[in-house]
T-cell receptor, first 110, second 115 residues
Framework: QKEVEQDPGPLSVPEGAIVSLNCTYS??????FMWYRQYSRKGPELLMY????GNKEDGRFTAQVDKSSKYISLFIRDSQPSDSATYLC??????????FGQGTRLTINP | ETGVTQSPTHLIKTRGQQVTLRCSSQ?????VSWYQQALGQGPQFIFQ???????GRGNFPPRFSGLQFPNYSSELNVNALELDDSALYLC??????????????FGNGTRLTVT
């Protein structure tokens, strides 16, 4: 079993839809949870940074962490074609030695 | 502010050869981490360098080694290349402030193909 499990998709939704991306993890010691966005032929870019359980909102993006169920979520509101990318969830005891999920490939159709 | 830069962008090597990949960290960043991303997979932690010393290592064999220089730039060396080493190698740096809680800032990677 992988430490971080993520449905690889692909996921295709119409522009304007609400997107929900989810991951589960198995290591109870994880305290830091990050979502990275990766465009084709580019490196991952940090999207959301969360410490421990709770919600964090940044514009159209909301990250949720439920440590009791070991569940990580990312919600994208009013999705745009420019949001089309691979989304990587990750967790770690620190913010730098991260364990990543497989990535979910998301396409937003105009 | 210059971000993380990696060179070369692409590289083709033959099985058994050795390769060196290079990374310049973002200005003000003193910690460098290396990740391997196989096609269709998430990045996997190789190792981290802080103050020119290895500061943690993932599940990679000793033929994966690295260096960090006084200017915080870094190299990843892979000896005795195997076909499974074909991947995107990502370098990420982290700022001095915040310590181990500072997030990673990735470069665009070096695409290594082993034939």
């Amino acid at each position: 079993q992988k430490e971080v499990e993520q449905d690889p998709g692909p996921l295709s939704v119409p522009e304007g839809a609400i997107v929900s991306l989810n991951c589960t993890y198995s290591n109870s010691a994880f305290q830091y949870f990050m979502w990275y966005r990766q465009y084709s032929r580019k490196g991952p870019e940090l999207l959301m940074y969360t410490y421990s359980s709770g919600n964090k909102e940044d514009g159209r993006f909301t990250a949720q962490v439920d440590k009791s169920s070991k569940y990580i979520s990312l919600f994208i509101r009013d999705s745009q074609p420019s949001d089309s990318a691979t989304y990587l969830c990750s967790g770690g005891q620190g913010a730098q030695k991260l364990v990543f999920g497989q990535g979910t490939r998301l396409t937003i159709n105009p | 502010e210059t971000g993380v830069t990696q060179s070369p962008t692409h590289l083709i090597k033959t099985r058994g050869q050795q390769v060196t990949l290079r990374c310049s960290s973002q200005s003000g960043h003193n910690t460098v981490s290396w990740y391997q991303q196989a096609l269709g997979q998430g990045p996997q932690f190789i190792f981290q360098y802080y103050r020119e010393e290895e500061n943690g290592r993932g599940n990679f064999p000793p033929r994966f080694s690295g260096l960090q220089f006084p200017n915080y730039s870094s190299e990843l060396n892979v000896n005795a290349l195997e076909l499974d080493d074909s991947a995107l190698y990502l370098c990420a740096s982290s700022p001095k402030t915040g310590g181990s809680n500072s997030p990673l800032h990735f470069g665009n990677g070096t695409r290594l193909t082993v034939t």
